[in-house]
């Protein structure tokens, strides 16, 4: 059997949460192989809103095993936070939960750090959620992080206090207000929580599991054009949100890599800083966020909005090795007379390209559209028979333009509102 992959084709927030609860049934293993509370998977079923920042989205399907790759960071707090609200639901999270020794523990000063450095960027800053996802991935680069298996071992609150020493060495001549006696209570107990759960040498589970014909789904966060060493960086995410990130995420060779979903949004969305070509300073970006309830399910920050860029798209479709796309909220879309479309960029010397330019944050770069006329109509029940024919010329100039086909159309948030084209 094959590992498929799904992930985020944008800046994230493209709807991952929603494919992945949608999928399950068809895979016995759903694994998460990077980021970690940063992330926001939003799902939506039986009237109810769900919100994922560490656990797999496969969790609210009863058969399927979820695993926490080595290649997430794990915050004890958050995670012992996020099983009480879904023990409320009587899901068997303890039985069908498994958590990687190797993953990296996100430590109450990580966060500290988090601030101190967003804090110190001024008007540079990155646009952190300051949950401590960079402060804990330079710790495991620089090889004295803490790991989800270290909290087995007898003296780990003397490895605890020596890496928080560390980090109060760097915090020093910083004003930060904080209780560190609570914070560290909170955090001891939510490790002794941790304990209770499935740790396991993730690399060797799954691998066992595809030797015995077990389907599994990669679980991406963030988005490709976050990546550590693709995106728009210094505004990126500390992890590699690619394909090759599953490969190291989880332990799993290349050559088991079959399926590589791609999910984008209709249009395109950025929260944080950085570079967004086709963003909207104008009405039409307004009633966007407005209309697509663009608001970050981690921060609850407003979401920047813009038309879709076919240039980002293709690049991260090439870096990808994308097989199948997945278009999300193509209902928001409905209330545009107009839509338009990307499909080159205008540097600052008159130049028309495809590619994204080395220098995105710092390049002037002018949008260059082509319109098309909408649907204008909801698309609450539509079926794919039924589909408007502006909605399905738009989906046809996609595919023509991005060489590859798009089988899943979101028309609303709840799993139910999903069309799976023929």
């Known amino acids: 059997m094959k590992v498929d992959v799904l992930l985020g084709l944008q800046w994230g927030d ?3 949460g929603k494919i992945v609860d949608v999928l399950a049934p068809k895979y016995d293993v759903v694994a998460r192989f990077q980021g970690g509370p940063n992330a926001g998977h939003t799902l939506e079923f039986d009237g109810i809103k769900h919100v994922l920042h560490q656990i797999p989205s496969g969790i609210f399907r009863a058969k399927t095993k979820n695993v926490i790759g080595n290649g997430v960071v ?13 023990e409320k639901f009587n899901l068997e999270v303890r039985s069908n939960l498994y958590i990687s020794k190797k993953a990296t523990l996100i430590i109450p000063t ?3 750090l988090d601030q101190a450095q967003e804090a110190a960027k001024g008007i540079n800053k990155i646009g952190s959620t300051l949950k401590g996802i960079g402060p804990s991935y330079q710790d495991k680069i620089g090889r004295q992080g803490l790991r989800v298996g270290d909290v087995l071992s007898p003296n780990f609150k003397e490895k605890f206090k020596k890496l928080v020493d560390l980090h109060f060495d760097i915090l020093k001549n910083v004003e930060l207000t904080y209780n560190w006696p609570e914070l560290e209570a909170q955090f001891l107990d939510a490790v002794d929580f941790l304990k209770q759960f499935k740790l396991i040498d993730s690399e060797y589970f799954l691998n066992q599991e595809l030797k015995s014909g077990a389907t599994i789904l990669a679980e991406g966060a963030q988005g490709s054009l976050l990546d550590i060493d693709f995106g728009s960086y210094p505004f990126v995410t500390s ?3 690619v394909t090759a990130g599953a490969c190291t995420g989880l332990g799993v060779a290349p050559s088991h890599i079959g399926e590589v979903y791609g999910i984008f949004k209709a249009y395109s969305t950025r929260v944080g800083s950085g570079p967004f070509p086709t963003e909207l300073f104008d009405e039409e970006g307004e009633r966007m966020r407005k209309e697509g309830n663009e608001f970050g399910s981690t921060t609850g920050r407003p979401r920047r909005c813009g038309w879709i860029d076919l240039p980002a798209l293709k690049y991260s479709i090439m870096i990808n090795g994308v097989t199948q796309l997945l278009m999300m909220k193509a209902d928001v879309l409905s209330i545009f007379q107009t839509i338009k479309i990307c499909t080159k960029y205008q540097l600052i010397d008159g130049t028309l390209t495809e590619f994204l330019p080395y220098e995105l944050v710092n390049e002037k770069i002018i949008p260059i559209y082509t319109e098309m006329k909408g649907w204008q109509i909801p698309l609450t029940g539509i079926k794919e028979e039924n589909m408007p024919v502006e909605l399905s010329d738009y989906i046809s100039f996609l595919e023509r333009e991005l060489q590859v086909p798009i089988t899943i159309v979101s ?3 709840d799993r139910t509102q999903t069309i799976i084209r023929k």
């Open 14 to 16: 493209e709807g991952k």
């Open 74 to 86: 794990l915050d004890p707090i958050v995670f012992k936070t996020e099983i009480g609200k879904l």
């Open 110 to 112: 990580h966060r500290l």
């Open 239 to 241: 992890s590699s949100t």
């Open 411 to 413: 028309t609303g948030p």
